[in-house]
């Protein structure tokens, strides 16, 4: 490809919103534009590493059998009503109605249509394991667009789904997919942490996200410095680190704490410390499919059941949580035990209700308006102080199990660096990551309220177990920038270089011309990806050019080295200082062998 011919508009500046490495650079490399807020075009040669990402990714799908579909982007509403994810999916869903008023969805994900796909065509455990995976465009109306392709509103995702006859099953299709999840990251030239992540909200029993350490990650990840334990902080937990319990109870006592209302407040008034505490927080929850028929005030809890087999969802309820005064509630885990959509902290007003006091007064003593849960930094807690539902009190000496009874008990604390590693009691430390791909045991969440079933070798009907596994394209092609760059620009590796070779002739005129154009042709046989800098420009030019769009290998023409007895050319590696001088006769066998090397080396 000659440049004057392509499309590659590359720039000094920078725009004011890319404020990340790989924004910047795919921006001025005119890999990319922006059309609108978290909407984008691929330019060509943006398109062209985009491609190279797709077929890696393809490549390694077909190596472990799954089988490529390509369903409309558009889809029935009606699937997701089928799923309940009409009424849980949230405003991330691009919702349309079309000329007859009829729902359809832009597909943010796609367990409901590849599950109706399959319903319609199964009938015999002798078609399964099944799957299924698809590389096509979802639209997801995130609040906050950002890093340019690394969160986009419309991306493209390979999602793959398998439909398995048990656990045994699925957990093969699920480890299958992360050694080819690992291949395809390792192909791309990336360095990716597998962490455990939450799976209870969508009801699964296992999921891994492969993340890339970056600093504007979105997620903290929590690593063991003595053991392979790796885990979102969504996740993450810790060995207990209970204070130890008195031995000799004594009764509760209520204590006036004028003007006192935060822990620290509390802990300066009292002179101890945040251990000593039951810190309280009031929570309200948005479609919560945990069952609450057993919890207090349950009776007015409103239900709705979205699709038949689907569990009863509480459209909103509230919960008080109980933790010790030194830690925070984790939300995500909180969300993940009660099968929620959303969950905020309750409004003041709210607060002010369910405790029948101000803010800054709660504790579990005598809460019998929501269900109480406890963290289990909690349940030993046998001479604590907490909130006593009044204006300035408290209660001193308080003992979970004789002064109050939690509704549950469970892990819903925050890990952090120093916290014992939860497998070998190792010390904890943390990163920033962002989340390239995710593998995800559904279970049958879906398979179930969408009613798919197989027969088995005696015609007795069951429903199949199922598993769901993505990567973002987009973002791993920035994250491969983010990894691979310099100050002078993108430092591609070979496999998801848009071009491999770029040519630069000092002056494309004469003997230069002819031999730069036979060099392409010869390239070009050998099967070598090659783009030929033919602008009239001054050399410095071209020399910043193909260093911002990070070509990994720069030959430069030049009559000097032509001149030589054996005439010449010089060979940079982008990212290396040195040139070497290159016999002309010689250059295809070396480029060639490089390029294959190269790859090579990236294959798992
Ligand atoms: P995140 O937590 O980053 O919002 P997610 O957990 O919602 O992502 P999944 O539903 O697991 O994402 O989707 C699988 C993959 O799709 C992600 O690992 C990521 O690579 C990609 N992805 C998700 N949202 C976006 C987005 N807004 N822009 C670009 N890629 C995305
Ligand atoms: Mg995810």
Known sequence: MRFSQTFIPTLREV???????????????????????????????????????????????????????????????ELWKESGRWQTFGDAMLRVKNRLGTDFVVSPTAEEAFTSIVRDELSSYRQLPLVLYQINTKYRDEVRPRYGVMRGREFVMKDAYSYNIDDASLDRSYQDMGRAYRKVFKRCGLSVIAVKADSGAMGGSGS????????????TLLLCRDCNYAANVEKAACKPDNAPAVATLVPIEKIATPEVKTISELCAFLKTGAKAFIKTLIYRAINVELDLSSAPGSSKLAKQRPAPEAPAVYPEAFFAVAIRGDL?????????????????????????????????????????MVPLIADETVVNMNNAVCGALAKDLHYAHVACGRDFTPWLVSDVRTVKAGDRCPVCGGDLYEKKGNELGHIFKLGYKYTRSMRVSYLDENGVSHTPTMGSYGIGLDRTLASVIEEHHDDDGIIWPMTIAPYQVILVPIKYEGAVKETTDRLEQELETAGIEVLLDDRNERPGVKFKDADLIGIPLRVVIGDKNLALPQASVEVKRRGEKEARVIAVSDLVAALAGCVMRERMALHA
């Open 15 to 77: 725009p004011a919103d890319a404020v990340v490495v790989s924004h910047r650079l795919m921006f001025r490399a005119g890999m990319i534009r922006k059309l609108s807020n978290g909407l984008f075009a691929y330019l060509p040669l943006g398109l062209r590493s985009f491609r190279k990402v797709e077929a890696i990714i393809r490549q390694e799908m077909d190596a472990i059998g799954a089988l490529e579909i390509k369903p409309s982007v558009v889809l029935p509403g």
């Open 328 to 368: 925070d509630v984790n939300e995500q885990k909180l969300a993940a035990l009660l099968k929620a959509s959303e969950l905020t902290l309750a409004s003041d007003t709210d607060v002010e209700r369910i405790t029948s006091a101000p803010v800054g007064f709660a504790g579990p003593v005598g809460l019998i």
């Open 208 to 219: 891994e996200e492969f993340m890339v350490e970056s600093e504007v990650g979105d997620n």
